[in-house]
């Protein structure tokens, strides 16, 4: 893999942590589900804004955080904690870099397993990691 792409999905993490943070922050929450169950409750809306301009909605069992500039990052709760899959790095790849410039899911899960094996992240199951 070239040193380009695995800067570009290693960025990508860190916009997946930093995005965690940032509506963890937002909620005083700790997970996903912490998030989903505040929301719920009616503590929380579903939707709404964020700093630095970004945006989140909670479905399901998770949310989606939109960084600008549309770039979609997408965090479900799991068996493991937080968790996201290959696909949703994939989109947000391709959100942020061009559809034709995302690479493909095998150099990604690839690379997601390299991370694994050097305890950056978690393999969770399926396509899915955790931090």
């Known amino acids: 893999m070239s040193?380009?792409?695995?800067?570009?999905i290693r960025q990508a993490l860190n916009d997946f942590s930093a995005a965690k943070a940032m509506i963890e922050n937002h909620f005083q929450a700790g997970s996903a589900a912490e998030i989903v169950a505040a929301v719920l409750k009616g503590t929380h809306p579903r939707a709404g804004d964020l700093s630095e301009g970004a945006t989140?909605?909670?479905h399901g069992t998770g949310y989606t955080v939109t960084l600008p500039p549309e770039r979609l990052v997408h965090?479900?709760?799991g068996d493991q904690g937080d968790v996201f899959?290959?696909?949703d790095l994939q989109h947000y790849l391709a959100d942020a870099e061009g559809d034709d410039a995302a690479p493909e899911l095998a150099a990604l899960t690839e690379e997601l397993n390299a991370l694994v094996t050097q305890g950056r992240i978690?393999?969770?199951g399926g396509v899915k990691y955790t931090w």
């Open 56 to 58: 989140y909605f909670v």
């Open 85 to 87: 899959s290959v696909y």
């Open 75 to 77: 965090i479900d709760s």
């Open 122 to 124: 978690r393999f969770a």
């Open 3 to 8: 040193v380009d792409v695995r800067e570009s």
